[in-house]
């Protein structure tokens, strides 16, 4: 991606102006221009200067710029929202092509949270990345929920009920189950909780998400699983990482709600137990979504077929 100067850009039309155009939503996209040239694989200023043209020729700022910060403008954000559509199409007519290959092909990226990443693709990525080898997959991990069409995403992963309305959702997995986890040296000092109320008299550890909310812990009635609550819980600890609070559990800082399959290894070997079993009940996994289109490109078919080959096999 060259730059172009204004006066080109603007002699050459559309066809001129298109490459400034992936250069804007890139650097949207990463908030940063030194991530967006690497990922694009030109320099920075190469994709400053591309950038600078395209404002030169609109005579509008686009991107307010700090040494700390970018950040789209007013005008620029406006702009790129109009954009973002023709831009979708024009990705989604290559794609139409690759349809015609024999080999999926092309960039795909996914925005999942870590539990997802480390349960369903990082055991099998080699495989994948062997079997599709003109896939290029960039994996976002992100806790929150990210805007799929404003920031680039081809698809992403989070339990079904956390969906959006209007989306596309393909389920990916089985069943999944939480589960409430205590060291067995945190419960040498406590007494195990027979009921979600008694986690009042209980340390546990909390999610912050990147909203600034904490994660509230979920229950259902023992004899009717479909009548869920949550419990607001208390506690000392607050991290907005799942392995730090995994790590926090095992030494005994307090107890952990959790997806079961997360800590399989620590709950086989003895370093957390469970507790509140009959409390805990499955619910309905890791759903695909996308913002929906008539037929999804081969490269995200063949990663959502893959998945469930793995979890099926499982």
Known sequence: MESVSAAATAGQGLAGRLPALLAVAAVARHGSFT???????????????????????????????????????????????????ALAEIEAAFDALDASRDEPAGTLRINLPRVASELLVLPHLAEFMERHPQIR??????????????????????LGESVAPGMVAVPIGGPIRIVVVGAPRYFRRRARPATPDDLAAHDCLHYRFATGGVYRWEFAQPDDPQRVFDVLTEGRFVTNDLRTMVRAAEQGVGLLHVVEDYVRASLDDGRLVPVLESWCPSFPGFYLYTA???????????????LREKREGA
């Open 137 to 158: 997959l960039e994996l976002a991990l992100d806790d929150g929920f990210a805007d799929l069409v404003g920031e680039g995403f081809d698809a992403g992963i989070r």
């Open 292 to 306: 929906g289109r008539a037929q999804l490109p081969p490269k995200l078919r063949a990663f959502i077929d893959f």
């Open 35 to 85: 991530r967006a040239a690497s990922a694009a694989g030109v320099s920075t200023s190469a994709l400053s200067q591309t950038v600078r043209a395209l404002e030169a020729q609109l005579g509008v700022r686009l991107f307010n710029r700090t040494t700390r910060r970018v950040a789209l403008t007013e005008a620029g954000a406006q702009f790129l929202a109009r954009v973002h559509p």
